[in-house]
């Protein structure tokens, strides 16, 4: 059987990178799985070393990019490799190329997961990208999503109409925030639309350990996990808590060119996927404003604390709600202290399993 897949993949972004291998990883049980080299270029260019276009922003992005030049090149080398080395791409097409058929013919055609289906993700326009939609694949093929998000991205009635068509012969519809769910039944009333787990969370601890070689050891001394995408202030107000509560050395994970706060004592600026999984794999306690911050953090049984970015909220919320920990998320300094940290809850764990064993259950069904 060939699959093809269409998802983020080509991106400079811990969650959007992994959750492409762990998507392709599990297709790859059920025969050759090729993803699609898809040539977007609003998504693609943070592999650029170096970004720029006309604009304040474009400026602003170059000479950040020249100040931390060393580890983005460090950094940029490693995520390359890492999707070179385990994504099974084709070679890279263009919109125009996978309409003309360039890709090749599939036995069934997976989109998802991460945020395909949100215009604002994927478009420098903010216009809806159909081949996220699988417009490409051969007619009558078998057509799925896992996974997709809409993220917090709310529909016009316009982007209703078009999501209605492109959905339409679709096999299976799936997303990974009950949001989501309510989003897409609203506009296909009588087809299913099923709520499912992202694909970093259908791979346990011990599988992402040996799938990428990774040996637990012992850190010399116990650390605090940062890591930030949002980098709100209530997170830096986080930092400051909770390095003083635990007393232990704060380690952030980021790109950026200064920490998030001056209690950081390691700013590691150059890690790829592999070296991202391995400080999560190690860390005692995880702070994150990030969706698959929160991810591997409950999956590798972390004791953590979820901070609010607002509206971007949504998929962190969805994820816990389903986990019944909720209270992991706080919205404000009042609600550090809630915070248990020193302690994982590993029924959490044994729920989790339960519900990855559902959505295994269903993608199995329909492929």
Not at 176 to 191: A, W
Not at 197 to 205: A, I, R
Not at 242 to 257: G, S
Not at 273 to 293: C, M, Q, R, W
Request: net charge positive.
């Amino acid at each position: 059987m060939k699959i093809a897949l269409i998802t983020i993949h080509n991106a400079n972004n811990y969650g959007a990178v992994l959750q492409a291998y762990a998507t392709k990883k599990i297709l790859s049980q059920y025969g050759e799985t090729s993803t699609i080299d898809y040539e977007n270029r609003f998504l693609n260019h943070h592999l650029d070393i170096l970004r720029f276009d006309m604009s304040v922003h474009g400026i602003k992005k170059l000479v950040h990019d020249i100040l931390r030049f060393p580890y983005r090149l460090k950094a940029i080398g490693r995520f390359k490799n890492f999707i070179k080395s385990n994504m099974n791409l084709t070679q890279k097409l263009s919109a125009d190329g996978l309409m003309q058929g360039k890709a090749g013919k599939f036995d069934i055609y997976i989109c998802g997961s991460d945020q395909i289906w949100n215009p604002e993700i994927v478009s420098e326009d903010k216009f809806i990208d159909p081949i996220f939609f699988l417009s490409f694949a051969n007619k009558g093929a078998k057509k799925l999503s896992y996974a997709s998000s809409t993220g917090h991205h709310n529909y016009t009635d316009k982007e209703k109409k078009e999501l209605a068509k492109l959905l339409e012969d679709f096999n299976l519809i799936t997303t990974r925030e009950s949001d989501g769910v309510k989003k897409l039944q609203e506009i296909l009333p009588n087809r299913d639309i099923h709520h499912v787990l992202d694909p970093t969370l259908l791979l346990s601890k011990e599988e992402w350990l040996e799938a990428l070689d990774i040996k637990l050891e012992e850190p010399k001394e116990k650390y605090i996990l940062v890591y930030s995408v949002p980098r709100t202030e209530l997170i830096r107000k986080a930092i400051d808590y909770y390095a003083y509560k635990l007393n232990m050395k704060v380690v952030a994970i980021d790109q950026m060119l200064f920490p998030l706060s001056k209690k950081i004592d390691t700013h590691i600026k150059d890690a790829g996927p592999k070296e991202f999984i391995e400080l999560y794999a190690n860390a005692s306690f995880v702070i994150t404003d990030s969706f698959h911050g929160t991810c591997f953090a409950v999956n590798f049984g972390k004791p953590f604390v979820s901070i609010s970015a607002g509206k971007r909220a949504n998929r962190i919320i969805s994820l816990l709600s389903i986990l019944n920990i909720n209270e992991r998320l706080v919205n404000s300094e009042e609600e550090f202290a809630i915070i248990k940290t020193d302690t994982f809850n590993m029924n959490i764990l044994k729920k989790l399993v339960s519900i990855r064993q559902e959505s295994l259950i269903l993608l199995d069904e329909f492929i």
